[in-house]
């Protein structure tokens, strides 16, 4: 599925205090049929996502007038809101990108940015929440369906995030083969540099708490040195 496949049917919130960058995200989603919704207000911004339409995909901006964008991604988790949130700033240092995505964003794009990448970054996302493939992946005892984006082993369920999902379904394709960090990043989130490494990481340890809470053996191993992989049995040392 291409971005092409769903763009005609998006709509999506673009949450935006620079009215520069919100005419120039607005004219380029235009040029794709994305249908454009804008708040340049926190305040508009929830009122447009309390009503009744719904968005497909939120482009959210951090630094606003009336507070952060940062409270109104927890607020759409915490309400269960799974619409996918996609964050532009100009703030780029790892502790900043890790609370974004803490705080319930699936993307991350620093300031300044192409446009066209916006709208790439947005078809990724898109193609995750929408396979047109299968939809639910199995290794062992745990099953990862795509369309609820939960992940199920034995007694226990989760929910993922957009990220997390993606993530954890690259793990499973390559179960049982050693997976270097620079291509897990570089396959799955398109990055390879030191702060990627941290970021992966930190997902990982995210997967393990969800699939792992009580039950054993552990499936997703550190091999030293080199990356991960994804095994019933821990890794020949």
Known sequence: MTLQDTECKL???VVEDDAHV?????????????????ADTLSK?????DGRKRFDALILDLNLPDGSGLDLAQRCRDRGLDVPIIMVTARDAIKDRI?????GADDYLCKPFSVEELVARLGAVMRRIRPDAE???????????LMKREVRRGELRAT????????FAYYI?????????ADILRDVWGGDDEHDENLLQVYTN?????????????IIHTVRGFGYVLAAEPPMV
Request: net charge positive; hydrophobic share 40%.
């Open 160 to 167: 993922l995030s957009v990220r997390e999902m993606d993530l």
């Open 11 to 13: 709509q999506v919130l």
């Open 173 to 181: 394709k390559h179960a049982e083969q050693n997976m270097q960090k």
């Open 99 to 103: 609370a974004g995505l803490q705080r």
């Open 206 to 218: 995210y997967l393990r708490n969800k699939t792992e809470q009580g039950i054993k053996p552990r």
């Open 45 to 49: 911004a929830r009122a447009l996502l």
């Open 135 to 145: 939809h639910v992946l199995h290794y062992a005892d745990v099953e990862l369906d």
């Open 22 to 38: 919100a005419e120039a995200v607005q004219r380029s989603f235009l040029q794709h049929q994305i249908r454009v919704e804008h």
